[in-house]
């Protein structure tokens, strides 16, 4: 039996790092993951993958960490911790950004946290942020979702998506960021659950993303676009770079913490623009897809 | 003699909007600013105006507003006071985007806020970021705004001045939003200045913002520009954006406070842009920007 160390754990969030480059390489037929390694001043560090320019992504990073060091005593008092000393975090993260505004972007996150007093959780979570929601699509990747979460516990799709809804939402805009997915965190051991079985569930997790997006972005970057279109992608995308440095923890955490700015950054699209108040018309695909940014919908059931 | 009452300032801010709007529009000879009237539903209200597509001027905003209403616990647990119920809050807040990356882009502040128990304070500031530092632009900007915080205290400059480093500065790129200029929070009547004296201040720049921005748009949107320097000032414009919303109290208030998000980031730029490290060639003029964005450089004394 394999025991799952910090070690193992980081070994095998890597090679999902690789596959997922190798598979998104292979449908993107033209774009190339570049590597980045770099290291933490204080432990540990992580190889940033990007890929720029490709013939369906404009831009796109996986980006692998594995640092560790001593705890501060903001981490100490955030995570109510007294007992520890040392943490060590080890994940991969992944957003995706089209040129063709009809495939959607994607983010994926898993992460696995422990400290030197025995505690430790996984963490993660898969969203889908259509720029035009096209609700076969949604339910496509919901069901898939379901599927893998259902394999692991019948509670985990329903609560972890309703996590998602409420985590990836943007109060300012009263907007969801997409068509939301999955969100998780501090899971660890319980009476239903041993470690390894949460462990598999994250590379589980891991494994399912390039089989989705990969067909995402075969199917929808057939599709002709206008410059409307792309006006319309543009917007969207401002919409997600307020989420992320407005609300999004890893990203906030990340720049407060003095970690590396360009891979935390790299979840930034290559373009994007803000208008004054521009609103949809009444009717148009656009405003199709504003009033379908709201929590709570059930895109399995349907 | 006028009392320097709270209906009375707001009143001067709203003539302040009008005046800059007015002067701007002309210099720009073709942009128009649209008002857009908006009400708060606890209390008050404001006038957004907004130019976009102008002949030197890409988007520029100009707010006003005057609000009131109840503290909340947040607020007065925020503030430090137990015994103040009720808030007003009025100021005019400014930026401009330019289509021209020789042209700075620029923001002003000022503002005045009170409660209920008779405390209040007068904030503000201005600041200019140009997309290439022209040192006898940074020169002037700094002189004009050292003249006129001559004029109420010689403590001013120096002291508003390093606020300025100290507030507009990116910590996670470790360079200052651009060349400074002054940041004043919390002033309020002492032995040495009457409320009249802090206020006189407020619309000194007030005044003062107009003249400036005129003289540098008129001078600097003369000069040709290539595509590479347009792609600079999209990059530039992404580290605004990273200002604004990672960090810029006034936005990060206002988003969490439920303000009118359409006036709260009518400070974005139309267009902005993020590549994976790209970082300038050495010696070459956009390296010579970055090499000035540092807190701590004495325009003035030069």
Known sequence: MIMLTKEFIASEYQKIQQEICEAIEKVDAKGRFESDHWTREEGGGGLTRVMANGNILEKAGVNFSAVHGPMNE??????????AHNFFATGVSIVMHPNNPHVPIIHMNIRYFEMDNGTYWFGGGI??????????????FHAELKQVCDKFDPDYYPRFKKWADDYFFIPHRDETRGVGGIFYDHLSEDENHTKQDIYDFSIALGKLFPKIYAKLMAENSRKTFTPEEKEW?????????????????????GL????????????LPQEAKWFYNRRPEPGSREAETMNLLKKGINWVAK
Not at 233 to 253: A, H, K, M, S
Request: aromatic share 14%; net charge positive.
């Open 74 to 83: 903001a981490m100490k008092t955030n995570l109510k911790v007294k007992d």
């Open 233 to 253: 992608q543009f917007i969207r995308r401002g919409r997600y770079v307020e989420f992320n440095l407005v609300y999004d923890r890893g990203t906030r955490f």
């Open 127 to 140: 969203d889908l942020t259509p720029h035009y929601i096209v609700p076969k699509d949604a339910e496509y």
């Open 256 to 267: 407060y913490s003095n970690g590396r700015t360009e891979s935390i950054l790299m979840s």
